[in-house]
Each structure stands twice: as structure tokens, then as C-alpha cells.
């Protein structure tokens, strides 16, 4: 019963994402809506986290089970690739990769800049 | 009767479930992270279709039950989320600058290199969201009118090598704070990399998923005046 509570929970709040994206017709998909949706919820004590904790952390561990029929799905864009595959493909992974290190260290550096902060008040 | 069952939902489901797990065992046994069960099943999967002509659409079939647990598991990101709060609100001014950056550091280089590598402008523009979620970033291809389809196969390439090889590249770059890891993560690989950053600890799990929604919002705007300057 515990599983479908929590399941239940969390299909309410995708499905309020979904309708708010299709609805208002902006370009943030419904599930993320729902994350944001779901947060203020636990924020505001709507819903007890205890009530969704068990599902959602199960989901959670397999979500890259979820992600391999997306993944299976770039089969169907092979020829669009194909002809331009040198570029495309350096593209994306350097660009990846900078986006990795760029986002990482510039976080990172602001972090320690107001624990140094901190320190000193 | 073959062909009815490789038709109905049983196949797809069956097949992806069976790959995972071949994934998850090689995973064990080589103890490597670069042997990631969601990459091992997907190249055996495409393997598997291409080897017997079976169409993208038969799998899907199957597959689509699968990866509609995406939109629930999505919106339970709010749960680490939420149970890390207080390190979000210590730290919101690195946190969203660091998105801020990173996005604007994807878009440019995307596009640039592609140019530089003789990549026509269309297939520039399609390259430059490939870092946010898939709707997010084919409203953007649309937009710019790129080509949506080529979009979709950047984003997804973009989070297979995020996940494969995030954190190693983070920890040869000298990122070894796990917010900061969270937060590059899902900014460079949206959700797709976040599924990895939840194998690494629920500090880098949370984060990720807070940088899927805020660099997919933050790209979204600023994406135009960026391209436009560039190309």
C-alpha cells in the first residue's frame, strides 16, 4: 500500500507538470516542472517526505535502466550523423567536456571563496 | 509467431532488461566505471536490432514502458533535492553561477568547433543546446531552426559520454567537491549524466538534477543573443 501511495504522490505532481507545461504551452518539460512542483511541496510540508522517500529513492537508483530505450533511439539518427560525423561528433564531446571542468571548477572556486568569507565574520 | 512477439511490448521490455543486466554484470566483474550497464546495453540492444533488421519502432514497443518511468523518476529528484536544502541555499550564488558559466562555455564551443571543423551554420545552431534535457533542447532547435532531429542525437550522445566519463574527467580536472561535481554534471549531461551522478553519492545526485532544470531555463534565454553574436 506504501508503494502505491508514494507511486500515486509522485503521478499527481508529474501529471500537474505536464499540465502546466502543455497548458501554458513553455518549453520546460513536464517532469522537470514536477521536480519543482514536488520540492515546494516537501518545502511546505504538503507532502511528507516519508510518504514518497521509499518509491522515489527506488526510482531514482534505476534511472539509467530508464534511459536506454532513449539511448537504443540515436539508431534512428545514423545517417543524419554519418555525413557530418567529424565534426559533430568532436563537437560534442569536447564541448562536454569543457562544460564539465568549466562548470565544476568556477563552482567549486566560488564555494571556497565564502567558506573563506565565512571564516573571517 | 516470432515476428507477433518481437511486435508486442514483451519484446522491447524484455530485451531492455536483460541487456541491463548484462550490463550490471560486466560492471561487477571488471569493476570499471568506463563498463557502464546503461552504455553495454544500449550497443547491444543496437547491435542486436541492426544484426536482425528489426525496426527502432518494434523495440519501442517495449522500450517505451521503460522509459516512461523517466517522468516519474524526474520528478522524484525533488527528494534528494529537498534533503539538501540548506547546502543549496549555502551556497545558491556558486551554485547558479556556475551553471551560468558552464552553459554559456557549452553553447559557444559547441557551435565554434563544429564551425571550425567545417560544419555547415544549420548544423551549428542544431549543436548549441545539445547540453540541456531533450524537450528543452529541440524547442531551442526549432527556435534557432536547426535541424530538431540532429538535436535529439547530440543531447543523447552528449549524456552517454557525460555518464560514462563525468567524474573521471572531473577528478582529472582537480574537481573534487561533490556539489561542484553534482552541479557540472547535470549542466554538461541533463539527466542522462544525472543517472550517473546517482551512483556517485545523493549530494552529486541532488545537485545534478537541480542543474538539469536550471541550465535548461538558463540556456533556454540566453541562447539566442549568444548564436546570434557567433554565427
Redesign the interface.
Known amino acids: 500500500m506504501e508503494i502505491i501511495k508514494g507511486f500515486s504522490i509522485i503521478m499527481i505532481f508529474l501529471f500537474l507538470g505536464e499540465f502546466i507545461s502543455k497548458g501554458l504551452n513553455i518549453p520546460i518539460p513536464g517532469n522537470v516542472i514536477g521536480m519543482i512542483l514536488l520540492f515546494l511541496a516537501l518545502v511546505t510540508r504538503i507532502v511528507k517526505l516519508s510518504d514518497v522517500e521509499n518509491v522515489g529513492t527506488g526510482l531514482i537508483k534505476n534511472l539509467s535502466l530508464f534511459f536506454v530505450p532513449v539511448g537504443v533511439g540515436i539508431i534512428l539518427y545514423f545517417d543524419a550523423i554519418s555525413k557530418n560525423a567529424v565534426p559533430i561528433l568532436s563537437s560534442i564531446v569536447l564541448s562536454t567536456f569543457i562544460v564539465l571542468i568549466i562548470t565544476g571548477h568556477i563552482t567549486q572556486l566560488i564555494m571556497g571563496i565564502k567558506k573563506e568569507v565565512d571564516k573571517d565574520d | 509467431m516470432i515476428e507477433e512477439i518481437i511486435k508486442s511490448p514483451v519484446f522491447?521490455v524484455t530485451v531492455?532488461?536483460i541487456?541491463?543486466e548484462i550490463g550490471l554484470f560486466l560492471q561487477n566483474r571488471t569493476k570499471s566505471y568506463v563498463v557502464?550497464?546503461?552504455?553495454i546495453?544500449?550497443s547491444l540492444?543496437?547491435i542486436m536490432?541492426?544484426t536482425f533488421k528489426i525496426p527502432?519502432q518494434n523495440?519501442?514497443e517495449g522500450?517505451?514502458y521503460?522509459?516512461f518511468?523517466?517522468?516519474?523518476?524526474?520528478?522524484?529528484?525533488?527528494?534528494?533535492?529537498?534533503?539538501n536544502?540548506d547546502l543549496i541555499l549555502?551556497?545558491k550564488?556558486?551554485?547558479f553561477?556556475?551553471?551560468l558559466?558552464?552553459?554559456v562555455?557549452?553553447i559557444l564551443?559547441?557551435?565554434l568547433?563544429?564551425s571550425?571543423?567545417?560544419?555547415d551554420k544549420t548544423?551549428?545552431l542544431s549543436?548549441a543546446p545539445?547540453?540541456v534535457?531533450?524537450?528543452?533542447a529541440i524547442?531551442?532547435s526549432n527556435i534557432l531552426k536547426g535541424?530538431p532531429?540532429?538535436t535529439?542525437?547530440?543531447v543523447?550522445?552528449?549524456?552517454?559520454?557525460?555518464?560514462m566519463m563525468?567524474p573521471e574527467?572531473?577528478k582529472i580536472?582537480?574537481?573534487?567537491?561533490k556539489?561542484?561535481?553534482g552541479?557540472?554534471?547535470g549542466?554538461?549531461?541533463h539527466?542522462?549524466g544525472?543517472?550517473?551522478a546517482?551512483?556517485e553519492g545523493e549530494i552529486e545526485?541532488a545537485m545534478s538534477?537541480l542543474?538539469?532544470?536550471l541550465a535548461?531555463?538558463i540556456t533556454?534565454l540566453i541562447i539566442p543573443f549568444i548564436v546570434k553574436m557567433i554565427l
Do not use: D, H, W
Not at chain 2, 36 to 39: D, H, R, T, W
Not at chain 2, 133 to 136: A, C, F, L, V
Not at chain 2, 156 to 163: E, F, L, P, Q, S
Open positions: 522491447g531492455t532488461l541487456a541491463f557502464n550497464p546503461m552504455l546495453a544500449t540492444i543496437i536490432l541492426l527502432y523495440y519501442n522500450g517505451k521503460i522509459s518511468l523517466l517522468g516519474p523518476a524526474t520528478v522524484a529528484l525533488a527528494i534528494p533535492l529537498y534533503k536544502i549555502k551556497y550564488m556558486a551554485i553561477v556556475g551553471i558559466c558552464g552553459s562555455a557549452g564551443s559547441a557551435a568547433i563544429a571550425f571543423l567545417g560544419a548544423i551549428a549543436l545539445k547540453s534535457t531533450t524537450p528543452i524547442e531551442i535541424y532531429s540532429l535529439s542525437a547530440a543523447i550522445i552528449t549524456g552517454i559520454i557525460g555518464a563525468g574527467v572531473l580536472a582537480g574537481v573534487n567537491n556539489i561542484a561535481k552541479i557540472a554534471i549542466t554538461a549531461a539527466g542522462l544525472t543517472s550517473r546517482v551512483q545526485g538534477g542543474a538539469i532544470g535548461g531555463i533556454s
